[in-house]
Structures are given as C-alpha cells and as structure tokens.
C-alpha cells in the first residue's frame, strides 16, 4: 500500500473518532430539535395574535353592553326633581343589590354593611384559589357617588388613582379593574413561588424582585452533560420585566448565558408562558440537546 494514502486514512480516523455516520446522525438530531423549536415558537406567535384579536373583540363588546346597561339605567330612574325620599332610598337599595349580582360570578362577591357596600375580591390562577382582598364602598348621598371607606389592599396597587379616575362615575369599572391589577399581581407572586419551589436545585442564589412582582431576574443552570465523575452545567441570568401591570406574563424578557450570548430560545418561553411552566419546558429541550454528546 502506498505510504501517503496509508497516512491519509489514519489521519481520516483520527478527525472522525466516532464515524461519520455519526457524526451525520448528531447533526441530523440537532437540525431536527431547531426545526420543531421554530415551528413551536411560529405556532406561539399565530396563537399569541388570534388571542390578541380575541381580546380586542371581547373588549368592543364590554363597551357595547355598558354603554346599554348605562342608557338603561337612566332610562329607568324616572326620578322627579322633587322625589319622595322612600322612593330614594328603595331606588338606592334596589341599584346596590344589582350591582352585587353583577359580579357574583366574577371572582367578586358582596354584601350590604352598615355604611354602604362591603366587597370581597377573590383572586385565583390556572384553577388555584389564592388570596382574598377588602374593599368597602360609602355612599355620599349629597354627592351622588360612592367612595372607599376602608380595604386591605396592598400599598403599591393604585387604589387612590384608580378609585379617582373610575369610582365617582362608574362603580362597576372600577371594581372590574382594581380585580384585574390584584389577580395579575397575586399571579405573578404565585408563579415566582411555585418556580422557587419546584427548581430549587437549578436556581442558584435568592431571585430578585420588587413588591409589586413585576420586575423579576435570577440565574439557573441546567445539567448540559457529563465530564468524567462530575456532571457539567450550563449557566444563565434571565431578567423579566412586567409592563403591563394587568397581565400576569411578562412584557420583556431578557436571558444570557455565563459567557453573555443571548438565548433567544429560553426568552420566547419566558414569555409565553407561566413560568414554572416556561423552566419544565426549558430544562427538557436543553436536556434533550444534551443526550447525544452524554458518554
């Protein structure tokens, strides 16, 4: 056999310890796992704009149907300059109980107290129950309008900005929105607990966040296979940012790897989905991307 070609094969095994069939099949693996990663996240996308154009009609309807609700009701005060104050006082009672039937299956309940109405808002997330809030209503009779007399809302939900913008000119309104800026933030809470919780061991150090639970950043790691006895580990810091304080999803999400490259992949699912859920789905793909190079 000539010398040269005898040195060329040697050096075309040295290159390819495993083959280039195998080599061939991790590629293969690897173009296939990018390819279901990107018709997932286009199936996201298609799922995030019809949710999206779903909302913006249910929203036009909710406008419709109080803008009927409130010609309605002025339509049906027949209340003369002059009234008799026990038909006052019935039109007021009558106007207090519909307002509670209104919300009795929205996660709101009521009930008539001493100075006016006492209202309990309930907030839940993915079918969990959590934690309950206060919020009584007075009526100032000369003023035609109610006002809150007292609740037990946290500090850094604007209830004042909230109870001057909607309460005087509709009551309803603003209990529906002081609800949504409570379930969105108990959510948020909820989610951060659950993740502490359930990836303990893949959280390195104490998550960062403020009381209102809409700026939140930490770094994980993840099994990224296997060097000699010890397991080795792929480092990130992810940063999520909740602009809108109605939404319990993240706005802006932001994860790098230890080297400072950013992870596109880890972001989309940070944004798209609760996080506890989001993490399980990160840390299967990324273990899955592992196993071909684990031994």
């Excluded at 913006?56 to 027949?78: D, K, P, S, T």
Aim: hydrophobic residues 35%; aromatic residues 8%.
């Amino acid at each position: 056999m000539d010398p040269g070609k005898e040195e060329e094969e040697k050096e075309g095994k040295m290159d390819f310890p495993h083959g280039v069939l195998s080599q061939l099949e991790q590629l293969e693996s690897l173009a296939r796992g990018r390819a279901v990663a990107q018709e997932r996240r286009e199936q996201l996308q298609e799922r995030r704009e019809f949710l999206k154009n779903q909302i913006w009609e249910l929203r036009q309807r909710r406008e419709r149907l109080r803008e009927r609700i409130r010609q309605a009701e002025l339509g049906n005060l027949g209340i003369p300059s002059d009234p008799d104050p026990r038909e006052v006082l019935e039109w007021r009672i009558r106007n207090c109980r519909d307002l509670l039937q209104m919300f009795q299956l929205t996660g709101i309940s009521g009930k008539l107290s001493k100075h006016g109405i006492s209202f309990s808002l309930h907030t839940s997330f993915e079918g969990s129950l959590l934690d309950s809030f206060h919020v009584e209503l007075q009526e100032f009779r000369e003023f035609r309008e109610f006002r809150v007399r007292r609740h037990s809302v946290p500090p850094f939900i604007p209830l004042e900005r909230l109870s001057q913008e909607f309460l005087p000119k509709d009551p309803r309104e603003f209990l529906g929105i002081l609800f949504q800026h409570l379930n969105a933030f108990v959510a948020r809470r909820h989610q951060l607990q659950k993740f502490q919780k359930e990836f303990s061991e893949c959280i390195q150090g104490i998550p960062s966040q403020n009381s209102l639970c809409n700026l939140l950043s930490f770094h994980y790691r993840i099994p990224g296979g296997n060097s000699g006895k010890f397991p080795e580990f792929r480092e990130f810091r992810a940063r999520l940012l909740y602009r809108d304080p109605l939404r319990s999803l993240p706005s802006d999400v932001s994860v790098s790897s230890h080297a400072g490259a950013a992870v596109p992949e880890h972001s989309e699912l940070l944004r798209s989905l609760p996080l506890p859920r989001a993490f399980r789905e990160i840390r299967a793909r990324e273990m899955q991307e592992a196993a071909p190079g684990v031994g």
